[in-house]
């Protein structure tokens, strides 16, 4: 999935010690009772539990607008990222 127009927000310190971020695109629907496309927002949070180049946890809290009862429900998505050599990594 190509999104050629996203906007992305730096990352913002929270009080608790997490991190947060927000990212706005728009993505192509093909159910007939939606638009074309819908605006989306995306707040990613790093947890501060993360272990620094050892394990990540972002959780990406997705609000599609312009689609049937957007305001009653949201996607959630965790990805966990772990340290598995060097070069390379697992995603969860």
Known sequence: MCL???VYHPWSKER?????????YNVSLSN???P?????TETQTLYKASQERECYIVDAEV???QVP???YFYTLNRYV????????CRLR
């Open 4 to 6: 050629p127009d996203v």
């Open 16 to 24: 608790e010690g997490n991190q947060t971020r927000e990212l706005m």
């Open 32 to 34: 007939p009772l939606t």
């Open 36 to 40: 074309k496309s819908a605006a989306v």
């Open 63 to 65: 609000v599609t607008h």
């Open 69 to 71: 009862y957007h305001d």
């Open 81 to 88: 990222l772990t340290r598995v050599a060097k070069h390379k």
